[in-house]
């Protein structure tokens, strides 16, 4: 088995040009602590280079490669738009360093208060980003780029955001971990939250903004982009996930696990 770098799939609405850069996973680890691998949305038009999330430490170089396809690095990016303050989503915002970074003031006031070492909260990351020149407070009901508004969406954390892309004839909803994945979006129940009937109203709102234009996408946090049909989430491209293990007597003996 292949796995791909990313995802290629490739949308145009609003006047942007979006791709998921990184496909999530809707997975967990077992036996080794977080897994994390999160969606990582790139979107380009309106003089703007935007990223939706950054992802974690192991995502790097995919977002590099992303970029590179389109003649471009990170100092090119000029929007880094988090929907949270998790490790997963966020600490690669000092990756871009020409970027505004965005993310809602009462998340990152969160964050800031989070106890050190115990939580999935990068605290070296939220106490620079809190001081950088770099970083732009945003609130709920705010159109924060062209086409772009910012919804509250909490229960996984407190100041957690959803982003809805407004086109002309469909929306794309960019979910982050208000519903990571298909199973929390049909179950209206959610894992890793604080407050399970408040998660459970976010994703509530979610399935209300999913309604109101057919065709509009769904991005999840932590899964393949989806689109109603007949009123159930159908995924719109084949999953990707595996792993290569040296479990054999030479580095050029692999073993790849699909995980898929």
């Not at 990016?77 to 929907?83: A, G, N, Q, R």
């Not at 970027?99 to 009462?106: G, T």
């Not at 976010?202 to 009123?231: A, F, N, R």
Request: aromatic share 8%; charged share 15%.
């Amino acid at each position: 088995m292949t796995v791909p770098a990313a995802s290629p799939q490739r949308l145009t609405e609003a006047g942007y040009h979006i791709e998921i850069a990184v496909q999530g996973y809707p997975g967990k680890a077992v036996c080794h602590g977080g897994l994390g691998w999160s969606t990582i949305a790139l979107l380009r038009g309106h003089g703007r280079v935007v990223l939706i999330d950054t992802g974690a430490f192991g995502q790097r170089q995919l977002v590099i490669d992303r970029l590179a396809a389109h003649g471009l690095t990170p100092a090119d990016v000029t929007d880094v738009v988090l929907t949270h303050s998790h490790w997963d989503h966020s600490v690669n915002w000092v990756m871009f360093p020409n970027a505004r970074v965005l993310i809602d003031a009462d998340e990152l006031a969160w964050s800031l208060k989070e106890p050190w070492g115990t939580t999935p909260v990068p605290e070296l990351y939220v106490r620079e980003l809190d001081q950088s020149p770099q970083l732009v407070r945003i609130h709920a009901g705010q159109q924060i780029l062209p086409a772009l508004t910012a919804y509250h969406a909490p229960g996984h954390t407190p100041g957690h955001l959803i982003f809805v892309l407004e086109g002309a004839g469909r929306d794309i909803i960019f979910t982050g971990d208000a519903a990571k994945n298909r199973a929390e979006i049909l179950s209206r129940s959610a894992d890793m939250t604080y407050d399970q009937a408040v998660s459970r109203s976010s994703i509530e709102m979610i399935w209300g903004l999913w309604q109101q234009k057919p065709g509009t996408i769904l991005v999840p946090g932590h899964d393949v982009p989806m689109i109603l049909q007949e009123g159930m989430p159908l995924y719109m491209a084949d999953r990707q996930g595996g792993i290569a293990a040296w479990f054999d007597h030479t580095l050029e003996q692999t073993k790849i696990f699909d995980i898929t």
